[in-house]
Each structure stands twice: as structure tokens, then as C-alpha cells.
């Protein structure tokens, strides 16, 4: 089975401060994507990474892929409070359709 | 267009009750995820329909849950009787009917299951 591992599981940051949550997973895997939720709202789609050294932005946000480290980050620069969230990491195994998810980074940013 | 939308959004009920959960997903969504997520763990997946078909059922933890989608739209989710480590958050997810359904997944907002 796929294993997930994310991390830190929380993180407290300043604002304008820099930094970097960790994706890691056990099996190849040709998909993976970043998520992100806000308390009683539903998950939403940030970022899909599809190939080796992919990188993907959006604003604040950074993710990269490395395949062969099976490994990903989101590397959150200068953040600002609309950053608290839960973000998540789902990662697809080749042969199925399921996603495999970590445990979540709970972000807060603190003015 | 309507996101992917999950009724109710909280529910206690006492152990050894019934509850059903509603999915209703994007409309033209043909594959139809159920997660579930118990406190401090991750989100783990429990069942994938393709229309009316159910393609993997794999996450399903026992006989308890019963997940169905009549005509291809709306999916239920049932659980009976209702154990006390069934709580948790129970998400469902669409998506496209696109390159046998490994396409990103579009989430509710997930209904919070407490079983006193």
C-alpha cells in the first residue's frame, strides 16, 4: 500500500516569513496533487504535478515534484494570514484511481 | 456551475443507530469518490463509483457501510449500525469522466459523523 507521509502536521509562521511543507511517498507514482481547506469548507485544488521536476505557482505558493526522491514541497513565500489553512498532499499509484492522502499541514500565519 | 455538494453537514446519532449520508457531484461527474477522515489521521479513501457501477471498493472497512448511486447522480452512503470509531468526516469527491477517472478531484465539504 501507498504511503503518505507529510510534514510538519502544524506549523505557525509570521507573516512575511518564508517556508516549506514536505510530501513524501513510498511508491512510484506518476500524480500528485496539493490541496488546500479552510474549516468547514471543502478541499481545494491548488496544484497538479505530473512529471519530475515539475513546478507549479500561484502567488504565494510553490510546488515541485521530484519523482526520484518521491518527493514534493510547497514552499509558501512571505505568507500573509489569508494563508491559514489546511493544506494536503494526495498522490495517485499507477495502476488505480484513488488518491492516497497525507495527514495535512495545519497553517497559521500570525500577524 | 454547482460544486460537489454533501448533505448533511454534521450528524450525532447514538451507537447501534443508522445514518445515510448524501453525495450529489458535479453534474456530468461520472466517477463518485467516497473518503473518509477520522480524527488526526489522514483522509482515507472508501469506495469509487463509476456511474452506477462501483469500480473499487477496497477502503470499504466492513459489511456495516453500504454505499449506493441509482441511476448514476447522487450517491448515499449507509451506515448500520453505527459504531463509535465510525466517526470522523466522510468527504465524496467527482470528477470528469476523463482517462479512466485519474483526473483531479473535485471535493465536498464533508459531513462530520459523531456516534455517541
Known amino acids: 500500500e501507498l504511503k503518505v507521509e507529510q510534514n510538519p502536521l502544524f506549523l505557525s509562521m509570521q507573516e512575511g516569513k518564508n517556508y516549506t511543507i514536505y510530501c513524501n511517498y513510498s511508491?512510484?507514482?506518476?500524480?500528485l496533487y496539493w490541496y488546500r481547506q479552510d474549516p468547514g469548507k471543502s478541499l481545494e485544488s491548488l496544484f497538479v504535478?505530473?512529471?519530475?521536476?515539475a513546478v507549479k505557482q500561484e502567488g504565494r505558493l510553490m510546488a515541485s515534484l521530484d519523482t526520484k526522491a518521491r518527493l514534493s514541497t510547497l514552499h509558501i513565500t512571505a505568507a500573509v494570514h489569508d494563508l491559514s489553512a489546511t493544506y494536503f498532499c494526495?498522490?495517485?499509484?499507477?495502476?488505480?484511481?484513488?488518491?492516497?492522502f497525507g495527514t495535512g499541514t495545519s497553517l497559521t500565519v500570525i500577524p | 456551475e454547482a460544486g460537489v455538494t454533501q448533505f448533511p453537514s454534521h450528524s450525532v446519532i447514538e451507537k447501534g443507530q443508522t445514518v445515510t449520508l448524501r453525495c450529489d457531484p458535479i453534474s456530468g461527474h461520472d466517477n463518485l469518490y467516497w473518503y473518509r477522515r477520522v480524527m488526526g489521521k489522514e483522509i482515507k479513501f472508501l469506495l469509487h463509483f463509476v456511474k452506477e457501477s462501483k469500480q473499487d471498493e477496497s477502503g470499504m472497512p466492513n459489511n456495516r457501510f453500504l454505499a449506493e448511486r441509482t441511476g448514476g447522480t447522487y450517491s448515499t452512503l449507509k451506515v448500520q449500525p453505527a459504531e463509535l470509531e465510525d466517526s470522523g468526516v466522510y468527504f465524496c469527491a467527482s470528477s470528469p469522466p476523463l482517462a479512466g477517472g485519474r483526473y483531479t478531484q473535485y471535493f465536498g465539504p464533508g459531513t462530520r459523523l459523531t456516534v455517541l
Open positions: 504535478l505530473l512529471s519530475n521536476g
Open positions: 494526495a498522490v495517485v499509484w499507477n495502476t488505480g484511481n484513488q488518491f492516497y
Open positions: 511508491t512510484t507514482s506518476d500524480r
